[in-house]
């Protein structure tokens, strides 16, 4: 992508400081999983924070950096002096949110011009002959399938996607584009995988839509309930881990992290870009709020609503969800309270 169709989406783009740059752009990339020639934002005090810390582990160089102007002081700070050589192009914006929107608009359009969903496509697909696919079946083009996938009837598997040997897909799954699900799978009925995330900005009376095309990567051996949802990343994937088990009615947002091994019991969800470790379980109605963390092997009780981070072995209750003595504790002391207002 030439920086200069960039520049006519969003007037606002003014470059800050340049080194060595090609004027051309390949996507837009996250801290989680920073990548060269590829453009990042950065909102805020927290999220520079991260960055930092990301640039000490990842080799990722000719970066384009775009900031809001309020976070230009943070840049000219000596510390991130240690890492300009790593960014090809830093810009500043009027408004990075709006931009945001802008921008990966362009981006979506480019990554998907090549998909066609309303027209046949197994001619050119890669589709294994050991197939056991029954009628009303949708498939895009460029789709992957591996060897002895059984698919059922309703199933709609959309350009660019792969699915990988022994899986099982049941009536009526929608398998979106850039979605790629390991081997031996189970997706039941109805469920959605790499639909859009729900991401907008307002402004000025209206909701500026973040466009996503991300997509989805879910491991082998994973197991995911009738009528659940898994919505693709805004730029970089939304990850299920290997062996992981989703129940019924179970929504995981766009960006999320979920290792393996984790469990999902009916009704639990997880708000956006949320990192869950391996082995955690999440009990029914439970969930976690948007950029938290769990440790591996933390358990979530039935109803609990994370609101922050918690280290491994981590075992929470209630909302905000904290540690279940402190929960037990804490009901105790209201329940003796009502008794002795009772006796008065």
Known sequence: MEFEKLKSCDPSIKIFKENSF??????????EQLKSHHLIFVKDKKY?????????INPADQLVLFIGQSMVEQINQSEFENYLNRFSLIVTVADLSLSICLLSKVFYDEFTKAYDNLNDGRLE??????????????????????????????CNILSGSSIGDDTILYPNVTIYSNVFIGSNCRIHASS????DGFGYYYK???????????GVVIGNNVEVGACSTIDAGTFVPTTIGDGSKIDNLVQIAHNCTVKNGVIFCGQSALSGSCQVGNFVVF?????????????????????????KDWPAGAKLAGH??????DWLRSNAFIQNGIKKNNKR
């Open 48 to 56: 520079y924070s991260k960055l930092l810390d990301h640039l000490k």
């Open 192 to 195: 959605v995988i790499g639909a």
């Open 283 to 307: 009990a029914g109605k439970s969930g976690m709020g948007p950029d938290t963390s769990l440790g591996d092997g933390s358990q979530v009780g039935g109803g609990a609503l994370v609101s």
């Open 204 to 214: 000025q009376g209206i909701h500026h839509k973040i466009w996503h095309y991300g």
């Open 22 to 31: 090609n004027g051309l752009v390949e996507g837009i990339t996250t801290i």
């Open 125 to 154: 697909s890669q589709i294994d002959p050991s197939v056991l696919m029954a009628p009303h079946v949708f498939i895009g083009k460029n789709v992957k399938i591996g060897k002895n996938v059984m698919i059922h009837s309703g």
């Open 320 to 325: 905000p969800a904290r540690e279940v003595g």
